[in-house]
């Protein structure tokens, strides 16, 4: 540590010394920051923040540092608009990043096409739909992640490979909701099974919500396994709710629930009523675990997380968010910063944005640490495919292996 | 403040007023306001599921469901719309904007045709929705519903009627206030005219009206005013006249007074006249009575005296002659016999008038014997009946001894009876007159009865009236039965009554006390 410290010294003063021209590259985006899902666009935040932080440290690229241009947007797709032109227009940002949720992402996508001339793209949002993996938007968006589609998909199978074939779904009344439920649909036909029954909810809803309704509607149809398709706060309500009704199935969330954020909340009302919340919960993640310190990128991770250890966006979070050590959304937010310090690394020169989508096309098999090859191509505008599964044991989610438990 | 009659007629033709006004215009704005608000939910449905319907076949054909649930989500955000939700070519709802779930009535939503359709319907837990259905490619490619929320429409006119009737409210508030004042602006000279009106009901003529305004009140106030003036100096001529003529009246009164103290007097002095002719009749019957025995008595003195005289001759001529001695003494003892005869009776004559006289002309109280007394009586009127054929009797008790008033007596039975001998008969019939005399305790009754031609029924009340008389100008004074009453209910202390049959008769009853002292 004392070397790394001083090596940054050393280098800051050369930097200083030799490059008092850099200029800084602006990374732009709106995420939610307040509100309900706050956790997704803070932890986000701060996972790249970290990276960027580091990058920064060690003279930037091209010696030039990273910045983030944040905006709040609350989840809601109105304010996203909004700050995508601000963030554009106004700010004149290099590229936007890290954008938070499948409504706001979705309705900004036309905004994109629209900026076509001015090279806009979207880096590596935090949503698995589909609007932006498929024409005409997918020119505009580089995904890393693997799409809810993939998600749903593998957890679907693994339920009916387990005889659980009655799989109800709960989600959000939102593009995001309908994008894991249309997976989820496609999936289920092509075993020739239908969803057995579905609930919905209002996005923006609070854990101290009730979802007894919902919970009535799908224990009606007495159903296998519940997929769970909505934001940390509205699932954990969901689950908190389902087991004090006695509805004792599986229930999975996909990635963008933040596993530590409602696994935080589900703990905190079970210790509150001595009650046990967390089990038979399966979440997929598109990312590995953090606690696999096997990998290489999960023990970069957790070192530059502790080093950095960044506040949540100054003026934009709220008071009282605890941040949390290491999450997938953290780590998530890690991974995205450091792909695009690659590309960023591999293009001759940063005056041209019309660089970025050739240079990014060109990226074949890297692996970021993760034991996972990366690939983009003109028609690939995803980086990863794979889906990994977690469950909770003692008090936190580990990866899952073995699905023989549930079987039927 | 006290509110007047006159304010709150007001007040309650504006609340009359106002309340239809305010149910009319908020019926009106409510039924206009339903009408356009309809229309515009309607086209605005329209617009949107046309427009989801338009700009999703490629969408929907290629995609994920999500981008056509971001579309969606979009328009929820219009005002109005309470749901949407696309059906695909298989009819199966493929994103929605429901939460918790789709509601069994939009389910039933069955939708077939190739335009645009629109259908009301009441969806548990949203209300009462208009849902508008637009096909997709004809329906081959599915459906969009938009379902508008009719609950908005019906918040709209509610909050509209507010409006309206709060703004009705303050103008009805602010009208209140200026009927107020303006009715104190009228009603206050019109309670100075009533004021006014009333004092002059009460002949006050000197209160003043302060009304100085150039409308219909003003000219009221003016009105009255003039009124006034004619009324003081009218009630003033009135007041006038009414002295002048009470001057008149008493004047009057004091005159007719006087004739009616006149009239008495003369009254009084007829009875007096009455009186006194009656005692100058029996005066001339007395003369008339007393002639005969005198003027025989003179007659046989003076026969005596001329055969004295003659005998005296002979004896002095000495030519006396005893036979003429035996025949003078005989002459005039016989003579002398005559003239002692009629003297005495002449004598007995004027004892008797003598008391009747004495007792007409005066109010002394005395003793007598009833029968005997109107005898007496009878007997000083004999000259006025003695050449009638008329039989004229006194019957009844010899014993009935009065205490009383004499001279009333002999009035009462002269009046009677000359009363019948003028008005009972004619010249030459031969009339039948009783005096009854009874006695019944301590009551003396006289019944006195004519059988004459008897009274007509319509004079029979009026024959006590003072001059009541059917032979005036013939010499009736009209005033002997007055006198006759008088005398039996004052000097007499009884009472008298009459009952006549005409062409039968008359009978006067009078009973009086026979001890006036006791």
């Known amino acids: 540590m004392a070397l790394r410290r001083f090596l940054f010294v050393v280098i800051l003063v050369l930097l200083l010394l030799s490059n008092a021209s850099a200029t800084d590259i602006v990374i732009g985006t709106s995420a939610s920051f307040r509100g309900p899902s706050r956790g997704l666009g803070i932890e986000l935040y701060r996972g790249a923040k970290a990276y960027f932080d580091y990058i920064n440290q060690w003279g930037g690229v091209h010696g030039n540092n990273l910045v983030i241009k944040a905006y709040d947007d609350g989840y809601d797709p109105v304010p996203a608009i909004e700050n995508t032109i601000k963030l554009i227009e106004q700010d004149k940002v290099f590229l936007l990043m890290n954008y938070v949720g499948t409504p706001t992402v979705t309705r900004v996508l036309p905004l994109l096409k629209k900026y076509q001339k001015s090279d806009a793209l979207l880096f590596f949002p935090f949503t698995g739909a589909q609007p932006q993996r498929e024409f005409p938007y997918d020119a505009f968006v580089f995904n890393l992640r693997a799409s809810y589609r993939q998600e749903t998909e593998g957890l679907v199978d693994h339920f009916v490979a387990m005889g659980r074939n009655k799989i109800a779904v709960f989600y959000q009344a939102d593009s995001y909701g309908r994008s894991g439920w249309d997976g989820v649909r496609r999936v289920l036909r092509k075993h020739n099974l239908n969803i057995a029954v579905e609930a919905t909810y209002r996005r923006g809803a609070k854990f101290q919500d009730s979802m007894k309704e919902q919970v009535d509607l799908l224990k009606q149809a007495a159903p296998d396994a519940v997929i769970s398709v909505g934001s940390y706060a509205a699932c954990a309500a969901f689950i908190r709710d389902a087991r004090e009704s006695g509805l004792t199935v599986p229930i999975a969330n996909v990635s963008f629930v933040g596993s530590e954020n409602l696994l935080g909340l589900l703990q905190e009302a079970g210790k509150k009523n001595s009650k046990d919340y967390t089990a038979h919960l399966i979440n997929s993640q598109v990312v590995p675990s953090y606690e696999d310190t096997s990998l290489a990128a999960v023990k970069q991770y957790r070192e530059i997380m502790d080093y950095y250890n960044p506040a949540p966006p100054a003026g934009l979070a709220e008071e009282g968010y605890k941040p949390l050590p290491y999450s997938f959304v953290s780590f998530e937010g890690f991974l995205n910063a450091k792909l695009l310090v690659e590309v960023l690394k591999k293009m001759k020169t940063l005056d041209d944005k019309k660089l970025i989508r050739p240079t990014m096309e060109e990226i074949k098999d890297l692996d970021l640490g993760i034991n996972a090859n990366i690939s983009f191509g003109p028609t690939r505008h995803q980086g990863l495919d794979v889906v990994y599964y977690t469950t909770v044991r003692d008090g936190k989610f580990v990866p899952l292996n073995d699905w023989e438990g549930w079987k039927k | ?518």
């Not at chain 2, 929820?76 to 009535?105: C, M, N, Q, W």
């Not at chain 2, 939708?111 to 081959?140: N, R």
């Not at chain 2, 030459?428 to 003396?444: K, Y």
């Open chain 2, 1 to 518: 403040m006290k509110m007047t009659a006159l304010f709150k007629k007001t007040l309650l033709i504006m609340v009359l007023i106002f309340g239809i006004l305010a149910a009319a215009t908020t019926l009106y704005s409510a039924w206009n306001l339903d009408n356009s608000l309809t229309e515009e939910y309607r086209s605005k449905g329209m617009a949107i599921a046309k427009s989801i319907a338009d700009s999703s076949v490629e969408i929907l054909m290629n995609r994920d469901s999500s981008m056509a649930q971001s579309m969606i989500d979009q328009f929820l955000e219009i005002r109005g719309v309470k749901y949407i939700f696309i059906l695909d070519g298989d009819g199966e709802i493929i994103s929605h904007t429901f939460v918790p779930r789709v509601p069994a009535e939009a389910v039933a939503l069955k939708s077939t045709s190739k335009e645009l359709s629109i259908q009301e319907l009441e969806v548990k837990g949203l209300g009462s929705i208009m849902d508008i259905s637009s096909p997709i490619l004809a329906g081959v490619a599915g459906y969009v519903h938009v379902g508008m929320d009719r609950s908005l429409i019906q918040a709209a006119i509610l909050s509209a009627i507010i409006r309206q009737l709060s703004i009705v409210a303050v103008v009805f508030a602010i009208s209140i206030l200026l009927a107020f004042v303006f009715i104190k602006r009228i009603s206050q000279p019109l309670s100075a005219l009533s004021g006014y009106a009333s004092k002059l009901a009460a002949k006050d003529f000197t209160a003043e009206l302060n009304v100085h305004s150039s409308d219909e009140i003003g000219l009221l106030a003016n009105t009255l005013k003039d009124m006034a003036r004619d009324l003081n100096k009218s009630y003033e001529e009135l007041e006038a006249k009414v002295l002048e003529r009470t001057a008149e009246l008493s004047v009057a009164k004091g005159s007719a007074e006087q004739s009616l103290s006149q009239l008495q007097q003369a009254q009084k002095q007829l009875v007096e006249t009455e009186k006194m002719a009656a005692l100058g009749g029996l005066v001339a019957g007395i003369a008339h009575e007393i002639n005969t025995p005198v003027g025989v008595g003179i007659t046989a003195a003076t026969h005596l005296q001329g055969k004295l005289d003659d005998l005296l001759k002979d004896f002095h001529a000495g030519t006396m002659k005893k036979s003429d001695l035996e025949k003078f003494l005989d002459s005039s003892n016989e003579t002398i016999g005559i003239t002692v005869v009629n003297l005495n009776r002449a004598a007995e004559l004027i004892a008797s008038f003598k008391q009747v006289a004495v007792d007409q002309s005066s109010d002394d109280r005395r003793r007598f014997n009833l029968k005997k007394y109107i005898d007496e009586v009878l007997l000083s009127l004999k000259h006025e009946y003695k050449r009638t054929k008329h039989r004229i009797e006194v019957v009844g008790a010899d014993d009935v001894e009065v205490d009383s008033c004499p001279g009333a007596l002999s009035q009462i039975a002269t009046n009677l009876l000359m009363n019948s001998l003028i008005h009972a008969y004619e010249k030459d019939d031969e009339g039948h007159i009783v005096f009854n005399v009874s006695r019944n305790n301590g009551t003396a009754v006289l019944t006195y009865s004519d059988n004459g031609k008897g009274i007509p029924k319509e004079n029979l009340p009026k024959i006590f009236d003072p001059f009541f008389t059917t032979r005036r100008g013939k010499g009736g004074s009209g005033l002997g039965m007055h006198i006759v009453y008088n005398l039996v209910n004052g000097k007499l202390s009884g009472k008298i009554t009459c009952e006549s049959e005409v062409a039968k008769g008359t009978t006067f009853n009078i009973a009086f006390p026979t001890n006036m002292g006791g």
